[in-house]
């Protein structure tokens, strides 16, 4: 059974940073493609960024491009997501997915594995 868990929200101030993880349990994480995405309350959820089992392919939304860095380790079987610059419309649920087809992609479809979700709270 793989189980991700992701760790690292919480309360910023508007400008402040914060990292999240994704540890994946269950399979190894070098074959997936790994992809982060949000959801606001009363919003749909939204794609972040993305990356391809090799990390080198990745995606970011317009929103967060420049901002957030998508990254993996899998010597740890390990996604992360540095949030840099954070804004109080980052304010929203993380949560990290994994794609069995290894691809850097946006659509939520190709992801079959999903955390639960990390709180980021951004205040203005």
Known sequence: QVQLVETGGGL???GGSLRLSCVVS???QNSLGMGWFRQAP???RE???SMSWSG?????SD???GRFTISRDNAKNTAYLQMS???PEDTAVYYCAASTSGGSSRSSFEYRYWGQGTQVTVSS
């Not at 080198?56 to 970011?60: A, E, N, P, Q």
Request: proline content about 0%; cysteine-free; hydrophobic content about 35%.
């Open 56 to 60: 080198l392919g990745t995606h970011y």
């Open 42 to 44: 009363g919003k749909e």
């Open 47 to 49: 794609f972040v960024a």
């Open 12 to 14: 910023v101030q508007a």
């Open 26 to 28: 269950g399979r190894t």
């Open 63 to 65: 929103s967060v491009k």
């Open 85 to 87: 610059s954070l804004k």
